[in-house]
């Protein structure tokens, strides 16, 4: 979340971060949220692991529905 508010996009309340590097972190997060229970040898707690899993999954969805560099095209062309 903080990423989020931190990034250069009409949701960022801060512009920090440019919205590509953004991307970048989300496709790092997701498959670390899903592999992070058997990392960290909790994957026998079933709700703890299922909400990583679930939510490791759902940012891995949006990140390849999201056009990471269309800001920069849309700034370009201004």
């Keep these: 979340m903080i990423v989020t508010l931190a990034s ?3 949701f960022g309340v801060v512009k920090l971060i440019p919205f590509t590097v ?6 790092m997060v997701g498959p670390l949220l899903v592999a992070m229970p058997f990392i960290l040898n909790f994957s026998d707690e079933e ?3 299922n909400f990583y899993i ?3 999954i759902v ?6 529905l999201t056009d990471y ?4 095209r849309v700034r370009k062309v201004e």
């Design 8 to 10: 250069d996009f009409p």
């Design 54 to 56: 679930a939510i490791g």
């Design 59 to 64: 940012i891995i969805v949006i990140g390849m």
């Design 22 to 27: 953004h991307g970048w972190i989300e496709r």
């Design 47 to 49: 709700v703890a692991r």
């Design 69 to 72: 560099r269309a800001e920069v």
